[in-house]
């Protein structure tokens, strides 16, 4: 089996040159091997593999499916491939037959398997449970991601993958990897029946590692924000709460400079980038990758570093100006008035808190359209004045806003009586 690594280095490579290594097993005559039973599973397996089972309902599968193939061991099928009749053979056939096992059991090419119920899949990761079967764990955390009894099985998983000595760990085997990687998709799959709590913990802990194992993470965003968006307030209330997650993002990712490999977290690759190249350019694509380049050189694998995080950029910045989905629903369903717009754009300047600029040029206008109350109202509903981030913007901008002339109160208050702040009710009804 592979050497201990990061989780993202098992990715790296080619699916192709794993369908390549799987093609030659199905092709190869072991005859050195007695065990004809073990030798023909085997090449049972790779054929499995190479079919898909499960992804032939659409292209998202079939591509999430291919990723996994990273995890195949080409180094033990080849050491299997070139035994000769002196060496001892049944080892190394045994444990490809395990590692094959394995995989097919993540991505569906061993059917009729077991399924844990949720309360055991509870006493697997709590180990009251040790002596329990691998490829029915697999195969479980697999059909989770298809719908089994969601509601019962996140509530098992997300506990678990939420804890400190899981988030914490660093190095890992193909195995580990495997089992992790099932445990991720089966939470992003289920992202649009997550609670909002549930959602905030998968961005901030599983955000880029679900795009390494090539869950279609732009896809289920896109989803998830125009399913049950009614009106504009719902949309950007998704955008509200799906930014605030990703800006508390705590993954770290492999960079490689100077020849040395070290970690970053991938929030400060992005705020790097930003300061980088600017507000001008935070969107194309050439000056992403210029940018990532940078970190990964001539690193073999290089390749999927930058594709990875060009995608983690482009769906962070989309969400940051909300427009990663092109046409929401509610356009197809409701005339928008132009207050409902003014709303959208007023309450997202608001989010940024960066550029306080077009609000105040807004309500510096003769008769601005949408009052300053109404605004402030959607505010007091959306941000949580416990949180210091949201204190330094509301603080920041009664400060821009007197300046402007514009209000002479400010916008929230210090009650000594419960030494916390309020929303200031005279400037909301």
Same mark, same amino acid.
């Given at each position: ?31 050195? #091997? ?50 000769? !009749? ?219 570093? $930058?594709?990875?995080?060009?995608? $983690?950029?482009?769906?962070?910045? #989309? ?51 949408? !009052? ?58």
């Amino acid at each position: 089996m592979q050497e201990m690594a990061s989780f993202e280095q098992f990715f790296t490579g080619s699916w192709q040159e794993s369908a390549q290594a799987l093609q030659k097993l199905v092709n190869f005559d072991f005859v050195n #091997h007695s065990n004809k039973e073990r030798i023909a599973d085997i090449k049972l397996l790779a054929s499995n593999l190479l079919s898909y089972p499960e992804a032939v309902l659409d292209d998202i599968w079939q591509e999430e499916n291919q990723e996994f193939l990273l995890l195949l061991d080409t180094n033990l099928v080849n050491k299997a491939l070139s035994l000769t !009749p002196n060496e001892d053979t049944e080892k190394v056939v045994q444990q490809l037959h395990e590692h094959l096992q394995l995989l097919c059991a993540a991505t569906g090419g061993l059917p009729g398997l077991a399924i844990y119920t949720p309360q055991e899949l509870s006493n697997i990761f709590s180990q009251k449970m040790v002596d329990y079967d691998k490829h029915s764990f697999l195969y479980t955390c697999l059909q989770i991601s298809l719908g089994l009894d969601h509601e019962e099985y996140i509530d098992v998983i997300m506990p678990f993958m939420t804890l400190e000595v899981v988030l914490a760990r660093r190095d890992f085997n193909t195995e580990d990897t495997l089992m992790y990687a099932v445990l991720i998709k089966a939470l992003w799959f289920n992202f649009l029946l997550l609670s909002d709590d549930d959602r905030y913990e998968l961005l901030k802990n599983y955000f880029y590692k679900a795009i390494v194992i090539g869950a279609p993470v732009q896809k289920i965003l896109q989803n998830y924000l125009d399913v049950n968006s009614y009106n504009q307030y719902i949309y950007l209330k998704k955008y509200i709460d799906l930014i605030k997650a990703l800006k508390k993002n705590t993954e770290n990712i492999l960079v490689f400079q100077d020849n040395k490999t070290s970690t970053k977290p991938l929030l400060s690759m992005i705020n790097d980038y930003v300061v980088s190249v600017g507000e001008v350019k935070i969107l194309d694509g050439l000056a992403q990758k210029d940018f990532l380049s940078s970190f990964y050189g001539s690193i073999k694998g290089w390749g999927k570093y $930058v594709k990875w995080l060009t995608e $983690v950029f482009y769906i962070f910045f #989309h969400i940051e100006r909300a427009n990663l989905l092109e046409k929401p629903a509610f356009n197809e369903k409701n005339k928008i008035s132009q207050s409902e717009e003014d709303l959208l754009d007023l309450l997202y300047i608001i989010l940024m808190g960066n550029d306080w600029s077009k609000l105040i040029s807004y309500y510096k206008q003769a008769n601005p359209l949408l !009052p300053l109350q109404v605004v402030l109202r959607y505010c007091s509903k959306d941000f949580i004045l416990d949180d210091e981030d949201v204190l330094d913007k509301f603080l920041d901008l009664t400060q821009a806003l007197k300046d402007a002339d514009i209000i002479d109160k400010d916008i929230i208050e210090f009650h000594e009586s419960d030494g916390k702040f309020h929303w200031n009710e005279e400037l909301i009804y």
